[in-house]
């Protein structure tokens, strides 16, 4: 994006320096996220591909944030009520400009799934925002404003889906205060397949059945696989994701609110899948395969045993997106 000095208007102690662009208006695509990855539950996250809202920034003459139009869910258009007007408030208030911001939300990810739809609205805002006044904020800085959405959904600041819509591939959000985001490398061939049973499963809810302590013995295997992982992400070692993706603490918990997880899980693993296990906080369910292929193939297996039952469903399958949340004009 070019900058023009001629619009030049100062702000915020945040973002001193920065020069406002001309663009008045941005269109964005903000990704679905997978968090947790079985072992890395409230740090670790990736990026999917083509799963995702759109919505469309426009810098206004009034002053303040406005959410103009609304599509896909029934969402509240009031800012202090709607995930991606709390996020865009939290950014705006650093600022000190005479201009304000409408969004748009076409959204396509339904709160609730499993796979970050409250993470891709609160952080399309910031990021479409940020676009239009030059970026003076970083993407850490991007996430900070961008918790205080997911805040208002989840009634808990975690950033693990954030982190990945952000900065794309996977994640590992090393503190939440201050906030300190690890970009993980992706090995070229992974792919992910992701089944999204239509019921709700709330994240607030899904929290409160977790117990409040872990067992010794399960934080240390909980431990290992989350090292693994990372290890096994660096090194481009499929055995080693393999054996790493095993959720012992939180998934004996949730998964009974997952009709036919085991099945699925199974099924995948035996299919070929390096792993399975709950997206976020469900009732989606993951899959991570080596190559488009297998992950195809995975993809069979899950929808053959979610079709015999009453349960709609969608499916995807997807490279991980190392880019994340982008314009798409
Ligand atoms: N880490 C979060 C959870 C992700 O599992 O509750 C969902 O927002």
Redesign the pocket.
């Known amino acids: 994006m070019e900058l023009h000095k001629e619009s030049s208007i100062s702000c915020s102690s945040a973002a001193e320096g920065y020069l406002i662009d001309k663009m008045n208006e941005i269109k964005i695509f903000s990704p679905a996220t997978v968090?947790?990855v079985s072992c890395g539950?409230?740090v670790m996250g990736f990026c999917l591909d083509n799963v995702g809202d759109e919505m469309v920034i426009r810098k206004i003459d009034k002053k303040g944030i406005f959410i103009t139009h609304i599509e896909g869910f029934d969402l509240p258009y009031k800012t202090e009520l709607n995930v991606a007007g709390v996020s865009a408030l939290a950014m705006y208030d650093t600022l000190d400009v005479d201009f304000g911001f409408e969004i748009e939300i076409y959204k396509n990810i339904k709160p609730g799934s499993g796979i970050g739809s409250s993470a891709a609205s609160a952080v399309g805002s910031v990021f479409g925002m940020n676009e239009l006044i030059g970026r003076p904020f970083d993407k850490t800085q991007l996430t900070e404003f961008a918790i205080k959405g997911e805040a208002l959904a989840?009634k808990c600041e975690?950033a693990?889906?954030l982190a990945p819509a952000l900065f794309g591939g996977f994640t590992l959000v090393k503190s939440v205060a201050p906030l300190q985001v690890l970009e993980i490398p992706t090995p070229d061939d992974l792919y992910a397949t992701i089944i999204h049973p239509q019921i709700e499963i709330k994240?607030s809810e899904?929290?409160a059945i977790l117990p409040k302590q872990v067992d010794l013995s399960d934080a240390i295997t909980q431990w290992a696989n989350l090292g693994s992982l990372i290890h096994a992400l660096h090194t481009g070692d499929y055995d080693l994701i393999k054996s790493s993706l095993n959720d012992v603490v939180v998934e004996p918990h949730r998964s009974k609110l997952i009709p036919l997880f085991d099945k699925v899980k199974t099924a995948s693993i035996d299919a070929g899948a390096l792993g399975a296990g709950i997206s976020?906080?469900g009732p989606s369910i993951f899959t991570l395969s080596k190559g488009q292929e297998q992950a195809e193939k995975i993809k069979e297996v899950m929808q053959n045993i979610y079709t015999v039952t009453d349960i709609d469903f969608d499916i995807h399958v997807s490279k991980i997106n190392t880019e994340g949340v982008k314009i798409l004009n």
Do not use: Q
Request: net charge negative; hydrophobic share 15%; no cysteine.
């Open positions: 968090a947790n539950f409230d989840s975690h693990d889906n994240t899904s929290r976020g906080s």
